[in-house]
């Protein structure tokens, strides 16, 4: 087992500060959530607090923690020893009660059931030790600025049954996801649904992911009357034809979207098992099925990832995004993602901060199906509500996300693009 390097404390002769704590002073995150640290060990507690800087509230035990509480936005810190059952029951009822607090576990050692069990119950991330400093201030910053403010109730649906297709073929699940917050997924996805929706002969639908901030519905300019959180709230009794009355139309290329819920909160009533079962009805009737996801492990995007037949991967060019995907990259390959259905977009390949691209791609070991340059045409086609192979079709951006895209119709890679969406045709 791989030991903590507890060689930079000294806390065995403090007095405990669990006890000092009032849970007054602690340390704020950017977007004013608290940190707190879990662990029996106050050796362990003190070395994870010493971590981050200001002070962290800490407890003892889950129980401790819910009992001293204040109400507000936290991210816990759970450490190695709450990792019993026990614990992992309590962060899921958590979960429920809970929106605004939010969980990260470390341990120190991670294995692909840990992983699983602990996103299952809803803890956001797992880092292994020896334990990067960096990461997991990262880590506990960006869960953090997806945390809702204040207490609030939420109730979660029982599980559903895996759907029962009925024998037709399956539409193709694309998954887009990145490690890092702002590297290009939803210029990403929007592109290429709206590139493979001119050229397939099947319906193309495009679902957003992203629960909390999705921003799909205003890259295509679209005003969504339902969402997937309408979508979700009739998962038990959905059919095809249902849901296709819920799904936005793109005029100009037929492409069919599921808007991101309105409401941030919404996003805390559905759940991964919820979103599996919406893409298993959406890919009964759609020949390609695209999904916008946040830059987070969560039981949503497990469940969409486990869910999808190929991932784009997007990533910026510069040291930390490379970093963060190499870290992804191991987190993947854990969660039994093969590497061969994982297609890495570097976006802004071309920008100024001059990486060797054969470097990245040797650092990590896969090779980019996609060079995205960066572009004026980019920020310009998100302002405009009009994605980049439709605004600037001539542009090398338009040009990459064309090739990628097909690449995903099998066959086909030579079809050209048709201005009205092949969905018209299939629905008649
Ligand atoms: N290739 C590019 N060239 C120029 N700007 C880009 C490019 N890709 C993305 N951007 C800019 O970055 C912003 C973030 O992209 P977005 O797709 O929303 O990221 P994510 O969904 O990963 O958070 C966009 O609004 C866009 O203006
Ligand atoms: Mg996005």
Redesign the pocket.
């Known amino acids: 087992m791989t030991q903590y390097d507890f060689s930079s404390f000294d806390g065995l002769d403090t007095v405990d500060s669990f006890e000092e704590n009032t849970f007054e002073s602690e340390h704020r995150l950017m977007a004013g959530a608290g940190v707190a640290v879990i662990d029996s060990d106050q050796a362990v507690r003190d070395y994870l607090v010493g971590l981050f800087e200001g002070s962290v509230d800490t407890a003892e035990s889950l129980e401790d923690f819910e009992t001293q509480r204040h109400g507000g936005s936290c991210v816990v810190v759970l450490g190695p020893s709450c990792a019993r059952q026990e614990d992992f029951d309590t962060v899921a009822l958590w979960g429920k009660r809970y929106p605004n607090i939010a969980t990260v576990l470390v341990t120190s050692e991670l294995t692909t059931q840990l992983l699983h069990r602990a996103l299952r119950v809803g803890i956001k991330d797992v880092i292994s030790a020896p334990i990067d400093q960096q990461q997991l201030i990262d880590t506990v910053d960006r869960i953090a600025e997806d945390l809702p403010s204040g207490d609030s109730l939420t109730s979660y649906s029982s599980g559903i049954d895996p759907v029962d297709p009925d024998g037709g073929e399956l539409g193709r699940v694309i998954s887009v996801f990145?490690t890092?917050?702002?590297?290009?997924?939803?210029?990403?996805?929007s592109n290429i649904a709206v590139a493979l929706a001119r050229r397939s002969k099947k319906p193309v639908v495009l679902i957003d992911g992203?629960l909390q901030f999705g921003?799909i519905a205003v890259?295509l300019k679209l005003h969504p009357e339902s969402t997937v959180a309408d979508a979700i709230a009739q998962i038990d009794a959905l059919d095809a034809d249902m849901l296709n009355n819920m799904m936005a139309v793109h005029e100009q290329t037929g492409l069919r979207v599921l808007a991101a819920p309105v409401e941030p909160t919404f996003a805390d009533k559905i759940s991964g098992q919820q979103m599996a079962r919406l893409i298993e009805i959406v890919r009964t009737f759609a020949g390609h099925v695209i999904v916008?996801l946040p830059?987070i492990f969560n039981d949503v995007v497990l469940n969409v990832l486990e869910a999808s037949d190929q991932m784009l991967l997007?990533a910026g060019l510069d040291i930390p995004n490379i970093k963060n995907v190499k870290i992804g990259l191991a987190t993947l390959a854990l969660l039994n993602i093969p590497n061969e259905n994982i297609h890495l977009v570097l976006?802004?390949s071309d920008s100024k901060v001059k990486l060797d691209l054969a470097e990245v791609e040797r650092t990590l070991g896969v090779v980019a199906a996609a060079h995205?340059?960066?572009?004026?045409?980019?920020?310009i086609s998100?302002n405009k509500g009009s994605p980049v192979v439709l605004s600037a079709p001539k542009s090398g951006?338009a040009r990459a996300f064309e090739q990628l895209a097909s690449s995903f119709i099998d066959g086909d890679a030579a079809a050209e693009p048709s201005s009205n969406g092949g969905f018209r045709k299939f629905f008649g």
């Open positions: 990145s890092k917050g702002g590297s290009g997924k939803s210029v990403t996805a992203h921003d890259m916008d830059a997007v976006n802004r995205v340059p960066s572009d004026i045409v980019v920020p998100v951006v």
